[in-house]
């Protein structure tokens, strides 16, 4: 299952002021139970760890955690196939606005979607969706991602199977509109040493990058005068 996705993160700010970009990033799709073995040298550049996911506090690799997270809302995959798209950390650092597990039973049936969510304030929330046959599912929002979103809304979700293509689509619906739209379009590329040196040198140190990038981001929409939201408030 390990493959590498060459993908484009784009997000669109719909309401005043009104703010949009597009980045180059790159992601790995892995198979929990069998991550992928990489030699020494490049070890660092691509390392998951179950400290970067759920509880950062809780012990236990990230499958684990998962199935105990899982295990709190009455979901039991009985040691079925979950498949994660995420960025591994590279020299020790990782960043994932967005993490998607799609979580099997052993039959292979689709048993759930987990979107695991990071602000960078070292903050973690997950939703637990159930997409219908098109992958489009629906939650409210309950996390407080950016002070420039407020705390109402619901999140419309289109989360299919990533295959040859990736199409993750999130958009936030605020008072009877679409306040923000979010998409990750991108191309799965085998995840050989030399597919994975590409990506690495065509983007070096992705994680941090990305982390800039939104603070970046968050101070053009300061400067737009976009109004800041306290995370106490309820929208």
């Known amino acids: 299952m390990t493959a590498l996705y060459d993908a484009t993160v784009a997000h669109v700010r719909r309401i005043d002021p009104p703010?949009?970009?597009?980045?180059?990033?790159?992601?790995?799709?892995?198979?929990?139970?069998?991550?992928?073995e990489l030699p020494w040298y490049l070890k660092p550049f691509a390392r998951f760890d179950g400290r970067d996911h759920f509880g950062p506090g809780d012990p236990g690799d990230i499958r684990s955690k998962?199935?105990?997270?899982?295990?709190?809302?009455?979901?039991?995959?009985?040691?079925?196939?979950?498949?994660?798209?995420?960025?591994?950390?590279?020299?020790?650092?990782?960043?994932?606005?967005?993490?998607?597990?799609?979580?099997?039973?052993?039959?292979?049936?689709?048993a759930c979607v987990v979107a695991e969510v990071h602000n960078t304030y070292k903050g973690r929330h997950a939703y637990l969706l159930h997409p219908d046959y098109d992958g489009s599912a629906r939650t409210d929002k309950e996390f407080y991602v950016s002070p420039f979103q407020t705390m109402d809304g619901e999140y419309r979700m289109h989360v299919p199977p990533p295959d040859a293509f990736l199409a993750v689509t999130v958009a936030l619906r605020q008072r009877g509109e679409?306040?923000?739209?979010?998409?990750?379009?991108?191309?799965?590329?085998?995840?050989?040493?030399?597919?994975?040196?590409?990506?690495?040198?065509?983007?070096?140190?992705?994680?941090?990058?990305?982390?800039?990038?939104?603070?970046?981001?968050?101070?053009t929409l300061w400067l737009k005068k976009a109004p800041l939201i306290r995370e106490t408030s309820n929208g």
């Open 19 to 36: 703010h949009s970009f597009a980045h180059q990033i790159y992601l790995w799709l892995v198979d929990l139970d069998d991550l992928p």
């Open 66 to 110: 998962l199935d105990a997270w899982l295990a709190t809302r009455d979901v039991d995959l009985r040691g079925g196939k979950v498949a994660m798209l995420a960025s591994a950390r590279v020299l020790g650092y990782v960043f994932n606005p967005i993490t998607l597990y799609w979580c099997h039973y052993p039959d292979g049936e689709l």
């Open 178 to 219: 679409v306040s923000l739209t979010a998409t990750l379009r991108g191309v799965r590329r085998p995840a050989g040493r030399r597919a994975l040196v590409r990506l690495l040198l065509a983007r070096p140190l992705l994680p941090q990058r990305v982390s800039a990038l939104i603070r970046k981001h968050g101070v």
